[in-house]
């Protein structure tokens, strides 16, 4: 099957293509014809499964092109389109499958830079993702500032810097961020991660200076201190004084150190 290329590049210059990295197969091309700032060029593929790879294209991963004027192999080069044609089909390539033979002009305060369009991409990303963390930090502030919820937003605000993707995808759907939709998706967030308790915390158990008193803590925390509680239960004393002071619901200090039981008296708690 032969398959015909028409690769137009940004530049008004004369490439020979050599080859082409198309996803899984390579594609090197028997005959080229060149212009300045186009090339059509000839292939023959394989008839079958791996042939017909040809026709779905996912990504452009390697291009090989020859600059006629200066005489010199190169391995990369901007482009503008590509068109894919074989017999019965023909396919406008998307930009996004070659981005990374893209440059973008950037403009910023009188500078210019140009930049490949996958590497600005990857910024973009990540600025549109810095912008939702600090959208969600603000929320969680808002709508949690009493000091009841101290462990939980600790918890979330560390989550959040070792694993930003799963808070980004949920709160990124918050459109109206005067109060109430961005609530519905923190509350959302909260029960992906497990879930926020009202916890009974006993110190001093079954003694007469028992006391009980009740915490908000995310689920994971509860999980993560039971083994201080086991450990001490069994006179191995994991924690020291005063090593982790949690916040009960009045904003008062509890000693996880004197603490003997926890109970999870309600879990998936929303704000």
């Known amino acids: 099957m032969e398959v015909k290329f028409t690769i137009e590049f940004r530049e008004a210059k004369e490439y020979q293509i050599n080859m082409m990295e198309l996803g899984p197969i390579d594609i090197h091309f028997k005959e080229t014809v060149v212009y300045p700032g186009k090339c059509i060029a000839f292939a023959e593929i394989e008839e079958g499964y791996r042939g017909m790879d040809i026709l779905h294209i996912s990504e452009i991963k390697k291009i090989f092109v020859y600059e006629i004027q ?68 603000g929320a969680i502030y808002s709508n949690m ?45 909260l029960n992906e991660q497990g879930g ?48 982790k002071i949690l916040k009960d619901v009045l904003g008062e200090t509890i000693d996880l150190f004197y603490v003997d039981s926890f109970i999870v008296e309600k879990e998936k708690v929303e704000i």
């Open 70 to 137: 200066e005489k010199k192999l190169k391995n990369w080069v901007a482009l503008k389109s590509i068109t894919l044609e074989a017999p019965s089909y023909y396919q406008e390539i998307p930009e996004r499958f070659f981005q990374r033979f893209i440059m973008r002009d950037l403009y910023i305060n009188g500078t210019h830079m140009s930049i490949a369009e996958d590497v600005y991409q990857k910024f973009a990303s990540y600025v549109r993702e810095q912008d939702i963390l600090e959208n969600l930090r």
């Open 196 to 243: 926020m308790c009202l916890c009974t915390l006993i110190s001093n158990e079954g003694s007469e200076n028992e006391m009980k008193t009740e915490a908000y803590l995310m689920k994971e925390q509860v999980e993560r201190y039971k083994p201080f509680i086991s450990s001490k239960k069994k006179g191995k004393k994991r924690l020291s004084e005063g090593e």
């Open 145 to 189: 500032a009493d000091s009841c919820y101290e462990e939980v937003v600790n918890y979330l605000l560390e989550e959040m810097d070792h694993n930003p993707e799963p808070y980004c995808e949920t709160f990124r759907h918050v459109c109206d961020y005067s109060g109430e939709d961005e609530l519905t998706y923190l509350n959302a967030i």
